[in-house]
């Protein structure tokens, strides 16, 4: 449970940060075309599915966390490193490197509580992970 409640945590802080970026600082990604609205998305997504996680505790939910989280990392290293629509990022921007390290952790911390949830016996009620 304590993994699943982190990996949550970790997953509604990477929206946070995404609609922070979003909207909230001197130069938001809501002005960069095609970007700006993928931010949006992930923002929202990564809170709800990070809401889900916490509260389902079950085990397709923590792999679709993990998924995300994955998924995040994965985004933003093509985007600093060869850009993605037209626009690449970099390191140096606010909590580029931060979220980068922040989103690898969350993703390890669920597939952690996604394989303790799936081998049968590990928590004494198996029947929870189905």
Do not use: N
């Not at 809401?51 to 989280?69: C, D, K, N, Q």
């Amino acid at each position: 449970t304590v993994l699943i409640v982190v990996g949550a945590a970790l997953a509604v802080y990477s929206g946070y940060i995404h609609l922070y970026l979003w909207g909230k600082q001197p130069f938001p990604y809501k002005d960069v075309p095609t970007i700006g609205p993928l931010f949006l998305l992930q923002g929202i997504v990564a809170i709800l599915i990070g809401l889900l996680v916490a509260i389902s505790r079950r085990l397709f939910a923590v792999l679709v966390g993990a998924v995300l989280m994955v998924v995040s990392v994965a985004a933003l290293v093509i985007d600093v490193e060869v850009g993605m629509f037209g626009f690449k990022d970099s390191w140096s921007v606010p909590y580029a490197k931060s979220t980068l390290y922040e989103e690898i952790v969350g993703a390890v911390v669920l597939l952690i509580a996604a394989c303790v949830l799936a081998w049968p016996g590990v928590t004494g009620r198996s029947g929870r992970a189905r």
